[in-house]
């Protein structure tokens, strides 16, 4: 069973890798409570549909939001009406840095904000999965990067080779464990069952 995990790939921006897990964080429903009703800005260089799911579940912990596209925003018009009757505002300002209270934009300009969700990219920690050729989804954000399993066991692409946790997308404490949980409960009905021909049943 493979549980090797995934690397957070941040944007090249000064600041941010100082401050993750503490001024910089990801999830929002494993930190949202945490910084409800705070000054919060989340940082989606992009923008698009990415930006409007989170501007819509950040919303609900804070009402002084502020989405940092990085650049064109790349919203529909409905998403932009959205958004706006939310109050949470777009930046497209490109972001220099961040030094734990305060964005600094290229144009030297600043938002002084309490704490700055980001949107990293992922890959797989280990070389493993590849080498043994699992394959990995082929939709959503994380196309190319999280492995294709079944889910009810886990069982990757390569026969006998299960996985679990956050290398195929449960990357919430619980969610993994629970996934090692079944592919361990399937690695072992795959060893009894593939062994039953050479069974002696004692009578």
Known sequence: ??????????????????????????CPYCHGWEVRDQDLADLIPGGGDMAYHRGVLLRQWTPHLVLLTHGPAHLTAQQQS???????????????????????FEDGTRLGRDTL????GQAQRSALPEQLGCARIDRGPLAGVLLAVT???????????YAAGDMIGEQQVVLAAASGAR???????????????????HT
């Open 151 to 161: 889910p009810e066991t886990g069982l990757t692409s390569v026969p006998g080779v």
């Open 1 to 26: 069973m493979l549980a090797t995990g995934v690397t957070d790939l941040l944007p090249d921006i000064p600041g941010l890798q100082e401050g993750w897990g503490t001024t910089v964080h990801h």
């Open 117 to 120: 969700f980001v949107t990293p």
């Open 82 to 104: 959205n958004l706006d009757d939310l109050g949470v505002r777009i930046d497209e300002r490109l972001v220099a840095q961040w030094d734990g209270r305060n964005v600094t």
């Open 183 to 201: 592919a361990a409960a399937a690695i072992n009905a795959d060893l009894c069952f593939g062994d039953a021909s050479r069974w002696t049943i």
